[in-house]
């Protein structure tokens, strides 16, 4: 019978797998340069992106400067359950952003923190991403216009791509894709 926190440990570790992969799609790197850059073998950083084993924040870590993504909003989309996250704040280093305007938060305010009520910080957090919400999808929307007349994205030489979450796939029962059976080979398909 599967204890509570072991069917937690599997559909945390198959969000995490999901939200490596969402990255990868964007930002494609070997597996082998990515295990290097981890310090672990090859076979430890294919159970790492397969979701093995417990949650190891230190590898998630180095995996961001690794491969140039926001390693916050890698362990953000695993929590929330929208492993798509990794891959849509891993240019703009969102979750990062965060962390330090929080830490400059915490040392401007102290322990005074501990007064505000839940219903504030829930107001808060709303405007915020109301805020943030009708930004994006303002620079969405001109985004979209620019390149319905031919032209380029304004942030890179080629258009920005658009994840669509359902062609993460699910993850296998053992966890590992077929890339990661076959050999080491990379997720687009190439061997090195």
Known sequence: ???????????????LSRALRAVRKIRPATSRDLARALGLSLRGYQHFEAGGGQLNIGHVMRFGPAIDCDPIGVLAAVHIGH????????????????????????EETGPAIARLET??????????????????????????????????????????????????GPVPEDGRRQDEVDGDEDADGSTR
């Open 1 to 15: 019978m599967m204890r509570d926190s072991d069917s937690d440990d599997k559909r945390r570790g198959q969000l």
């Open 83 to 106: 492993p798509e996250f990794a891959a849509y704040v891993a240019q703009n280093k969102a979750m990062l952003a965060y962390m330090i305007a929080l830490e400059d938060f915490v």
């Open 119 to 168: 219903t504030v910080w829930a107001r808060a957090y709303r405007a915020m991403f109301k805020t943030l919400a009708a930004e994006a999808l303002a620079a969405q929307a001109e985004s979209d216009a620019l390149l319905a007349r031919g032209g380029h994205h304004p942030d890179c030489d080629q258009p920005p791509q658009t994840l669509d979450p359902a062609r993460l």
